[in-house]
């Protein structure tokens, strides 16, 4: 069964500071596909960043990069030079290719991060 | 406005009456996707259709609740008898199936509150 683990529960920054998000992911599929969104108060998930599982180049993009360890499976988050309108609960999640190549998603608990001017 | 709708935004009900709710996905989006969120915690998996066929079912979905998307295009999602228990926000996405462009794309939800 695929299961996804965000340990940090709250993480609190001030404006500017770079921060990580923490991912580790379980899967028995060999082929499989990881995100990152973001649902800020309003309430409505954003899609950030999508991941497949053969291809480890990690990229950036503007102030966002993502760091895929499948080693450690873990597939890490982070945000440079933060700002109050990153402030939000962001959520990693997982799908597998055996189920489907669009199956459903497994998401974590998420962390809420609170960006401080 | 293209992206993924959901009506009603807000729906309050009283125990043991049926509630209805409707997504309209993407107009290219052949999947759509249900899911449930409680508070402070992630959307779980209820329910997913390519175009009219319903794929696959969640065994969080008990007897109580029936998805369905009859054309291909919008979906309703029914609880029937409602408990308490069932206060969540629902959520619509929907995706492509082809290639590897398989991201979801979320509506903004409806808010149930059972009293």
């Known amino acids: 069964a695929q299961k996804v683990t965000q340990a940090q529960t709250e993480i609190s920054v001030v404006e500017k500071e770079d921060v990580t998000l923490d991912c580790v992911y379980e899967?028995?599929?060999?082929?499989?596909?990881l995100f990152w969104y973001k649902q800020p108060p309003s309430g409505e998930l954003v899609f950030l960043i999508r991941r497949n599982s053969f291809d480890e180049q990690n990229e950036i993009s503007g102030r966002y990069s993502w760091n895929f360890q499948k080693s450690t499976s873990s597939f890490n988050f982070t945000i440079t030079a933060s700002q109050v309108v990153d402030s939000a609960v962001y959520f990693c999640a997982l799908s597998e290719r055996g189920t489907g190549a669009n199956s459903k998603l497994t998401f974590g608990k998420g962390i809420t991060l609170s960006v401080r001017p | 406005d293209t992206g993924v709708s959901q009506d009603p935004r807000h729906k309050i009900t009283k125990r043991g009456q049926n509630v209805t709710f409707r997504c309209d996905p993407i107009s290219e989006h052949n999947r759509l996707y249900w899911y449930r969120q409680t508070l402070g915690q992630g959307p779980e998996f209820l329910t997913y259709f390519q175009n009219e066929a319903q794929l696959e079912k969640s065994r969080l979905l008990s007897d109580r609740f029936s998805a369905e998307r009859p054309k291909g295009s919008f979906s309703t999602l029914e609880i029937q008898r409602t408990e308490q228990g069932d206060s969540a926000m629902y959520l619509c996405a929907s995706s492509i199936s082809q290639g590897v462009r398989n991201e979801q794309f979320f509506g903004p939800g409806t808010r149930l509150t059972v009293l």
């Open positions: 899967t028995r599929d060999t082929t499989y596909y």
